[in-house]
């Protein structure tokens, strides 16, 4: 279960650690947020970072993750910070050897943040090392059964791509579900959570339906496909530009590589096509899929 974080519940706003040189740039006002001390930013968007956890916390490892929200969600927005209070907890109620453990969520000095489990392989986006392509199948299968334990409780992920599947040392964990949409029932992509990964993202979801385990479905197949073979389905995406990208993912037919192994072919096309009589069921059956596959290279 996500605990709240110190003080009241939220952390108040003398509860943080005080400044230290080099403070890190907002939205994070110090090296510490609430008690953990930030050690790293990971990866380029600068929302997630590395950081030693309190002792309060027991044993959850010498490290963890924190996502860090936009200032403005934690600072303005009370209806906000409850939303995705809320829907953390949802989240973190789901038991899983395939999810992430999320481990707190936290109000501080203005930033809203969630801590969670930190794994030492990197994700699938990049991996600590190199992987086989059994490697990485196996780490699709295990997202897809990370995806379908969330399903089984009524939630979508609605973020499934490759820099949100970790790896460890006997495969992989399902990251980083999309919240947008329990802080603006209406929106979808863009708002104050910013746009994601346009490219693995079911056109469906794009066209303002609601997401559900088949568009989660899509997802896992654009990133098998993008694993197998260091490719987007939409490869001439212009990311400076996401107006244009939602566009170009509406309206151009995905590009399937050649040279795909011919069964990784035929379960990115069953995936990604809603209307193929092949088409995996569930998220469940395509981890199925997928560990009959990974277990024969």
């Not at 008690?35 to 010498?62: N, Y």
């Not at 986006?125 to 392509?133: K, V, Y």
């Not at 992920?157 to 029932?185: E, M, Q, T, V």
Request: with cysteine; charged share 20%.
């Amino acid at each position: 279960m996500v605990q709240p974080g110190p003080a009241d519940g939220f952390g108040s706003p003398d509860s943080s650690q005080p400044a230290a040189d080099g403070a890190l740039p907002t939205p994070v006002p110090t090296t510490y947020i609430a008690d953990f001390r930030i050690t790293k930013r990971l990866g380029h968007g600068g929302s997630f970072m590395l950081a030693t956890p309190p002792e309060r916390l027991g044993d959850v490892g010498g490290q963890i993750v924190l996502k860090v929200f936009p200032t403005e969600i934690a600072a303005n927005d009370e209806s906000a910070v409850t939303a995705l209070t809320e829907a953390l907890r949802a989240i973190a109620a789901v038991h899983s050897d395939y999810l992430v453990q999320m481990i707190e969520a936290g109000r501080n000095q203005g930033v809203f943040y969630c801590a969670m489990e930190y794994l030492a392989g990197g994700s699938l986006a990049e991996p600590s090392i190199p992987l086989t392509m059994g490697e990485a199948v196996r780490a699709v299968a295990n997202a897809a059964r990370g995806a379908h334990a969330l399903h089984d409780a009524g939630i979508p992920h609605r973020n499934i791509h490759p820099a949100g599947i970790i790896l460890h040392a006997d495969g992989a964990k399902l990251a980083d579900p999309g919240l947008a949409s329990y802080l603006n029932p209406g929106m979808t992509l863009t708002g104050r959570l910013g746009v994601p990964e346009v490219d693995f993202i079911s056109p469906e979801i794009i066209r303002g339906l609601p997401a559900s385990r088949a568009t989660d479905v899509w997802s896992l197949g654009a990133t098998l496909h993008y694993v197998a073979s260091g490719k987007s389905i939409f490869p001439n995406l212009d990311r400076s530009n996401p107006v244009a990208s939602l566009s170009a993912v509406l309206n151009t037919p995905p590009t399937i590589a050649e040279g795909l192994p011919q069964p990784v072919d035929q379960i990115v096309r069953q995936c990604i096509d809603p209307h193929h009589p092949d088409r995996p069921s569930s998220a469940g059956d395509l981890a199925d899929r997928l560990d009959e596959l990974w277990k024969r290279s």
